[in-house]
């Protein structure tokens, strides 16, 4: 499944039993020799009773994720489309909220259904953070001028003049290894477009160069209310998309809107 181009390869881990997820995203996601994708993610059941579901993320490089917005998507379509397993697992015919646990909290998805069909899925991110509580290495070579924001992963948003004129695979993996960030960080380059449109480009950590990012998305809709580049309401444009973003002041609660679609179906081989 893809959400604005972010892919990931989706198992329900209901009904199949994944021992070493890390080593099954490496594999699967290799774009020449497996399936390829952004990574691997995990539905299953939830372990709490204030959740519904479950998600589980691994990147391309097999290390696991805390959140993924473009995947909480697609899970939520699948979960009320195509969920396997037994009819106490499916998702209700008309319901339109789902619970849905992650490593960084809950997340509620609300569905946008036509005709028995998922057309787009609204998140509610929760608040963002605004320090960044890793450790600080002192180096030579100073971080560039940009915003820090978590969105249950680390994103650190940089505007530039050009974001077309960035080299983003050469700058994205340098400051993603920053001594700033030791548990490595997720890094945007954007550019204020006419209006509340915002060019946005990502280096993901532990996947490299993504046609999209949920939460980079919502970090950089932040960082652009934050610096005075947009007010609570972004669309934000990115090489796969577009996410509308919306940074509510009654809660602080960050919404993000967007599309998931089914790519195919397939099986594989567990490596």
């Known amino acids: 499944m893809q959400g604005c ?3 990931y390869i989706y198992v329900d881990a209901s009904v199949y039993d994944i021992k070493d997820p890390s080593a099954v995203a490496r594999a699967w996601s290799d774009r020449h020799k497996g399936i390829g994708s952004d990574g691997l993610v995990l539905i299953g059941r939830s372990m709490i009773p204030q959740a519904d579901y479950s998600m589980r993320i691994f990147n391309a490089d097999g290390s696991e994720a805390m959140m993924c917005g473009n ?3 697609c899970v939520g379509k699948y979960l009320y ?3 396997q397993g037994s009819e106490a697992w499916r998702v209700k015919s008309g319901e339109t909220v789902i619970r849905l646990q992650t490593l960084s909290g809950i997340k509620l998805l609300y569905l946008h259904i036509v005709d028995g069909i998922v057309e ?3 998140v509610d991110m929760g608040e963002p953070l605004l320090e960044n509580d890793q450790q600080f290495v002192p180096c030579g070579e100073a971080l560039p001028a940009g915003t820090f924001v978590s969105m249950g992963n ?3 948003v940089i505007f530039v003049d050009d974001v077309e004129a960035v080299d983003v695979a050469a700058e994205g993996f340098k400051l993603e290894n920053h001594p700033a960030f030791p548990e490595r960080c ?3 380059f954007a550019t204020p477009l006419e209006g509340v449109v915002i060019r946005t480009r990502v280096w993901e950590r ?4 993504t046609q999209a990012c949920g939460t980079g998305a919502c970090a950089t809709a932040v960082a652009a209310a934050l610096t005075g580049e947009a007010g609570r309401t972004s669309h934000i444009v990115m090489d796969g998309g577009t996410l509308d973003i919306e940074w509510r002041e009654t809660d602080n609660h960050v919404l993000m809107t967007g599309p998931a679609e089914f790519v195919f179906d397939g099986e594989a081989e567990i490596p």
Not at 206 to 209: C, K, N, P, Q, T
Request: proline share 5%; glycine share 14%.
């Open 206 to 209: 532990g996947s490299g160069i």
């Open 81 to 83: 489309e195509r969920s």
């Open 120 to 122: 787009s899925v609204t």
């Open 71 to 73: 995947a909480s998507r």
């Open 5 to 7: 181009g972010n892919d």
């Open 154 to 156: 680390p994103h650190y």
């Open 186 to 188: 997720n890094i945007e």
